[in-house]
């Protein structure tokens, strides 16, 4: 796959759907909803990133070195099943802190795994806002485009307290990366 969305609206005002999505949005295979959504997050929820964890440590903090390895993780495989069994209704949104430059990658991942989803939600190139800000961004992009989000999945505590000062329920997953 290319860098770019082959249904997400390039041009789409950013934030303001109908008629297209932002262009860190990338739908699986065409837009939906309305509907319910289920939010995953996926390093350290869906993925295993504690083999590239090292590149984070005090001293030598290389996110670009932490993110271009992110194709080669294991997968969470409770999680994995937790989503193949959510209600074919429901509509899963995956919003990762991952830069877009990572998303053939990801991409390539979740393929891989074979894992259910239908948008995959990226920091878009300079957006450099704490996960947080950007990931309560997107609640509210999800929420006017029709796309209530139910029911969250977070291993980052600060994006958890997010996710319920939104009125979104989250369920904290432990990484451990967070200590
Ligand atoms: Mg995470």
């Known amino acids: ?7 997400g609206g390039a041009a789409a005002d950013p934030g303001s759907p109908p008629g297209g999505c932002p262009a860190n949005w990338c739908w ?9 959504a289920v939010v995953f997050d996926i390093d350290g ?8 964890q090292h590149y984070l440590e005090r001293g030598r903090r290389d996110w ?12 969470v495989t409770e999680i994995a099943r937790l989503l193949e069994l959510l209600d074919r209704s429901l509509l899963v ?26 948008v995959l939600v990226m920091r878009d190139r300079g957006e450099y806002q704490r996960a947080a800000a950007f990931k309560e961004a ?8 029709g796309l209530e989000p139910v029911l969250a999945f977070e291993d980052d505590p600060r994006n958890r307290d997010m996710f319920h000062r939104a009125g979104v329920p989250c369920v904290y ?6 200590e």
Not at 1 to 7: A, I
């Open 1 to 7: 796959m290319t860098g770019t969305s082959p249904q």
């Open 138 to 145: 997107v609640v509210g992009q999800l929420r006017r485009a």
């Open 45 to 52: 929820v869906l993925s295993d990133a504690a083999g590239r």
């Open 93 to 118: 949104v995956l919003l990762t802190g991952r830069p877009l430059r990572v998303r053939p990658q990801t991409l390539a991942w979740l393929e891989r795994y074979g894992l259910r989803w239908d």
């Open 64 to 75: 670009d070195a932490f993110f271009d390895a992110c194709g080669d993780d294991p997968l």
């Open 28 to 36: 699986r295979a065409g837009q939906r909803g309305p509907g319910r």
């Open 173 to 178: 997953i432990h990484s451990g990366y967070y």
